[in-house]
T-cell receptor
């Protein structure tokens, strides 16, 4: 069964600090993995996409990594800001059959305190 | 211009009523979705339409009926509302290019349904 597990479930950090969110998946065959950011009261917005051949990709202060062998991804946030407070959702797609349907993780709720 | 718009944003209603949520996308995408986000923030897919054709229908009570009059619209009608239907419902769209799967989901802002 295709699954996406995220950790931690929630995280509280001080403004300016770094943090790393984890995503493990069992989706196979693998196509791509996206990290979405969902602000309170809004729909999720894509931050970055990782395909099979990519190990690291940055988008400003966000850096995503992918290890397709161990089926793990991480999202690293550098120098956190108050506006980073949101839910971060890992979404994995496969290439065929049921795995083509995007599989969502339960998200990590990040709170950045001043 | 709003890419994916859904109405209403808030809906409060009594048990047993029938209600609809509308969704429109102006991105020219060929696939539209409805997701339900529960109180624990987990997004669960309900339906997906590709070019007006139903392609995904997860285990959802048949009180929920999606309708796609054209590929830019996907409405959700709910009959005989129950307390457990209270959630935020998100509409999304994407352009499915072959089997690459590299197609970002663009979400609407959500419709918060409260059943009393």
């Amino acid at each position: 069964k295709n699954q996406v597990e995220q950790s931690p479930q929630s995280l509280i950090i001080l403004e300016g600090k770094n943090c790393t969110l984890q995503c493990n998946y069992t989706v196979s065959p693998f196509s791509n993995l996206r990290w979405y950011k969902q602000d309170t009261g809004r729909g999720p917005v894509s931050l970055t996409i990782m395909t099979f051949s990519e190990n690291t990709k940055s988008n400003g202060r966000y850096t995503a990594t992918l290890d397709a062998d161990t089926k793990q991804s991480s999202l690293h946030i550098t120098a956190s800001q108050l506006s980073d407070s949101a839910s971060y959702i890992c979404v994995v797609r496969g290439t065929s059959g049921g795995s083509y349907i995007p599989t969502f993780g339960r998200g990590t709720s990040l709170i950045v305190h001043p | 211009d709003t890419a994916v718009s859904q109405t209403p944003k808030y809906l409060v209603t009594q048990m047993g009523n029938d209600k609809s949520i509308k969704c429109e996308q102006n991105l020219g995408h060929d696939t539209m979705y409805w997701y339900k986000q529960d109180s624990k923030k987990f997004l669960k897919i309900m339906f997906s339409y590709n070019n007006k054709e139903l392609i995904i229908n997860e285990t959802v009570p048949n009180r929920f009926s999606p309708k796609s009059p054209d590929k830019a619209h996907l409405n959700l009608h709910i009959n005989s509302l129950e307390l457990g239907d209270s959630a935020v419902y998100f509409c999304a769209s994407s352009q499915n290019r072959g089997t690459s799967g590299a197609n970002v989901l663009t979400f609407g802002a959500g419709s918060r349904l409260t059943v009393l």
